[in-house]
């Protein structure tokens, strides 16, 4: 039951059937992992806090600069050579005091990593670099945690839910390497802040898709495709690649144990 300060808090929400109050209360009972918090992740971590996810982890080692304002709009010039996941923890926190917000100061990996996983029921994938979206969905995969990525870059955005049922693809079926060259590093870039901020709201969506009904509406396992000009979206099956290492294992262990 929520109390009545939080019924009226969520009321057009909670107004909605396929919600309802019982929907809200698997929001402020749920735990979202959010690793990175640039401008997907501060898009994204925004709506789920007004939406009352009860318990959110925001991951970053990075210290929030000046070239960030134009699309991280989370936060303020007063942050500035702060670390990113402190600030934005405390953006939210005056946003919706009645949620916990506990913000990890460094880049996760391994262990430590595996354990935030454990405790989430979504990850939302935000962060910039190759390394750790392997990592992520590797540990995800293995936990069978949905998990819910983005990236943008220039005009351009992707999109994908990664449910990790049997036969389902995970993220290392569409990008099977572990690094991409210089010239593609997304903090030399461009990018357009909306762009970003779409993205990052995609994110929210879905997570609060699953987490207020149970399921997600959006298909998993497909690549969704924004053209930031033209404001088109494209979708595309992923496949799963019979020579994916992480699937195959994952397939071998799955096999060995049954
Ligand atoms: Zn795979």
Known sequence: MLSDRLFLRYQRQVCLSDVSEQGQVSLVNSHVLVIGCGGLGCAATLYLAAAGVGHLVVVDDDLVEESNLQRQV????????????????????QLNDSINVRAVERRLADEQLGLEIMLADVVLDCSDNLLTRQQVNRICSQQKTPLISAAAIGWQGQFTVFDYLPESPCYR??????????????????????????????QALAAIQKLATGKFFVEPNQLHLFNGQTMQWQAIKIMRDPECKLCNVSQATTEVAS
């Open 74 to 93: 989370a936060y303020r010039q007063t942050d500035l050579q702060h670390n990113k996941a402190k600030a934005l923890m405390q953006q939210l926190k």
């Open 173 to 202: 079926c569409l990008i099977p390497f572990d690094e991409i060259t210089q010239e593609g590093k997304c903090s030399d870039m461009g990018i357009i802040g909306p762009v970003v901020g779409v993205l990052g709201n995609y």
